[in-house]
T-cell receptor, first 114, second 111 residues
């Protein structure tokens, strides 16, 4: 029972490089989310998706793009990485019924931009 | 708008109690509480819905004051394993199931 799996777990990039973070969930959840967490701070919502083929902006969307081509996968892209994007990125998913159902988090991707 | 958590940090001796508060300026549909240990993912503790329903772990209790848009998490007879950072996440009606998280409350429990 994998739950939410994030790939990769660690990555170091140079400024200006691009990369894609993958989030996969096996719980058939409709909702998926990408957060970033900077040292000593809370989780800030980057983008989210309410279903396959849909995406929407969160609190801090600039510099990121996302895609949800398959229900189980939610991809986060950095087109031209900047040092300010050094952070830990968490993906989460939640069932359509919401309400008393929590978000389930992946283990995170630690990204450093040099 | 980000909910405000208080206090920012708490230090306890094992067995002591603590209350962590979360306040929002928006009308809320639900409040979620998570605990995160260093280098790990947030772990679900409790959900409180407008109207009184709630779901969470047996040893954790919380309240939701709908009039004040405030929630409190009550940690009683603390254990060493309670150490970590506690986050509240708030959800507004029609908010597409998205949460806005507070900055967190760091809790350290010592023997």
């Amino acid at each position: 029972n994998a739950g939410v799996t994030q790939t990769p777990k660690f990555r170091v990039l140079k400024t200006g490089q691009s990369m894609t973070l993958l989030c996969a969930q096996d719980m058939n959840h409709e909702y998926m989310y990408w957060y970033r967490q900077d040292p000593g701070m809370g989780l800030r919502l980057i983008h989210y998706s309410v279903g396959e083929g849909t995406t929407a902006k969160g609190e801090v969307p600039d510099g990121y793009n996302v895609s949800r081509l398959k229900k189980q996968n939610f991809l986060l892209g950095l087109e031209s990485a900047a040092p300010s994007q050094t952070s830990v990125y968490f993906c989460a998913s939640r069932t359509l019924s919401g309400g008393l159902q929590p978000q389930h988090f992946g283990d995170g991707t630690r990204l450093s931009i040099l | 708008q980000q909910p405000v958590q208080s206090p920012q940090a708490v230090i306890l001796r094992e067995g002591e109690d603590a209350v962590i508060n979360c306040s929002s300026s928006k009308a809320l549909y639900s409040v979620h509480w998570y605990r995160q240990k260093h280098g790990e993912a947030p772990v679900f503790l409790m959900i409180l819905l407008k109207g009184g329903e709630q779901k969470g772990h047996e040893k954790i209790s919380a309240s939701f004051n709908e009039k004040k848009q405030q929630s409190s998490l009550y940690l009683t007879a603390s254990q060493l394993s309670y150490s970590g950072t506690y986050f509240c996440g708030t959800e507004t009606s029609g908010g597409y199931n998205k949460l806005i998280f507070g900055a967190g409350t760091r809790l350290a429990v010592h023997p």
